[in-house]
């Protein structure tokens, strides 16, 4: 079971890969952790990441996709993975594609947690983070008990700068330039399953089980 996990920031899409990868015992795959795993070990691939992320460069489309390839040949990737935040591009799942086709494989799902942007600006604007410990609450759906304080530590909360209304639409922005594309890519594909992200991280997780099996 390969899936691939979209969806615009803060639509909820890395809760719901986190869940399937719980419920179905298979890796749950970020380009992130790969990036992190492989200069922790010092791999080739790991290296030349590193080379581009140390001058603040994106890394290339290629080298990712060697990267995710990679790692999905691991044995822990045997009976399926669920990948978040990538592909994020045409080229990049195109180059995916024709990767996993040379080992005889596919993706099976592309699953889209749908959200609109207002309801997005909304959602990450009422996110604090502690800036001690790093806890996460938002001030409607997990207020802390006392307000701007963490639960856990007694730190000071806050509103990141990645979460300010102004940077949500940014990202939303780039979003949709170069990620929305992927929703017709994968439908072309038919392997398109569309979900309301708006009723709740259960009921989400709910009908995507349903679409997956037992």
């Known amino acids: 079971m390969k899936i691939v996990m979209l969806g615009a920031p803060g639509a909820g899409k890395g809760t719901q890969a986190k869940k399937i990868a719980e419920k179905y015992q298979i890796p749950h795959i970020s380009t992130g952790d790969i990036f992190r795993a492989n200069i922790k070990a010092g791999t080739e691939l790991g290296s030349k990441a590193k080379t581009y992320m140390d001058k603040g460069l994106l890394v290339p489309d290629e ?121 017709e890519y994968y439908t072309n594909k038919k392997i398109l399953v569309e979900v309301d992200g708006t009723i709740g991280i259960d009921k989400i997780f709910s009908k995507i089980v349903k679409v997956l099996g037992e």
């Not at 990767?99 to 996110?127: C, F």
């Not at 102004?166 to 949709?176: D, I, P």
């Open 63 to 183: 080298l990712v996709v060697d990267l995710v390839v990679d790692r999905v040949n691991q044995d822990d990737c045997s009976k399926g993975y669920v990948l978040d935040g990538f592909p994020r591009t045409i080229p990049q799942a195109e180059a995916l594609d024709e990767a996993l086709a040379t080992l005889g494989q596919k993706m099976d799902y592309a699953i889209n947690i749908e959200v609109k942007d207002e309801d997005i600006i909304s959602r990450m604007s009422g996110r604090r983070a502690c800036v001690d410990c790093g806890a996460t609450y938002h001030i409607v759906n997990i207020p802390p008990k006392k307000e701007g304080i963490c639960d856990n530590c007694g730190g000071e909360l806050i509103l990141r700068d990645d979460d300010k209304p102004e940077t949500v639409k940014k990202r939303l922005g780039v979003y949709h330039d170069q990620t929305q594309p992927l929703i």
